[in-house]
């Protein structure tokens, strides 16, 4: 479940974005947590495409903007002091 979107550059746009079922990152099917991890190291050309139960069905992400966006994030604004805690090992 995609719960919220947090308003970086990288996301604008999709900002009201909440409570819909991902189905699919970078077209690998997600199952768990684990999964979003796994399909967010492998963005298609550079982007991150994320197929959604409903509207708008698809976004997109530039990964390399996803990147700067994590690491203003990390001590930044919302105070987030690790950004995953998911482990892939």
């Known amino acids: 479940i995609l719960g919220a979107v947090i308003p970086v550059k990288g996301a604008q746009g999709y900002q009201q974005l909440g409570a819909i079922a991902v189905h699919k990152i970078n077209n690998q099917e997600i199952k768990d947590l684990e999964s979003v991890a796994l399909a967010l ?46 482990s892939t090992d």
């Open 41 to 86: 190291e492998n963005p298609i050309n550079g982007v991150h495409k994320i197929e959604l139960d409903s509207f708008p069905k698809v976004i997109y992400l530039d990964a390399a903007q996803a990147l700067l966006d994590n690491k203003e994030l990390k001590g930044g604004v919302y105070r987030i002091p690790q950004l995953s805690r998911i």
